[in-house]
Nanobody
Framework: QVQLVQSGGGLVQAGGSLRLSCAAS????????MGWFRQAPGKEREFVAA????????YYADSVKGRFTISRDNAKNTVYLQMNSLKPEDTANYYC????????????????WGQGTQVTVAS
């Protein structure tokens, strides 16, 4: 089964940008759809973005549409989340996830998760 290792994140001022990376261990990475979720303290884990195995299909939560971009490089076994125009309400622990289904926008659709990385946006 694929294993996911996240990098990126940190502290940024409002309006700034960050890029998260999620590297997969499996050579079969190209057969997994990938997603990003986030969880703020005291809140449920929520969907942020998802991308199909080929990269041709992407989905975004309304709250990040136009600001965040999900992409993948199957040759590098890596999925990215570029976050621009960050807002304090984007502050959360961000998780990447993998699924063998075509694509999923709910956390229940993902059996494999990364370790999480903190993103803090200061006002």
């Amino acid at each position: 089964q694929v294993q996911l290792v996240q990098s990126g994140g940190g502290l940024v001022q409002a309006g700034g940008s960050l890029r998260l990376s999620c590297a997969a261990s499996a050579r079969t990475f190209g057969t997994y759809a990938m997603g990003w979720f986030r969880q703020a303290p005291g809140k449920e884990r929520e969907f942020v973005a998802a991308i199909s195995w080929s990269g041709e299909s992407t989905y975004y939560a309304d709250s990040v549409k136009g600001r965040f971009t999900i992409s993948r490089d199957n040759a590098k076994n890596t999925v990215y989340l570029q976050m621009n125009s960050l807002k304090p309400e984007d502050t959360a622990n961000y998780y990447c996830a993998a699924t063998r289904t075509f694509i999923a926008t709910t956390k229940d659709g993902y059996p494999v998760w990364g370790q999480g990385t903190q993103v803090t946006v200061a006002s």
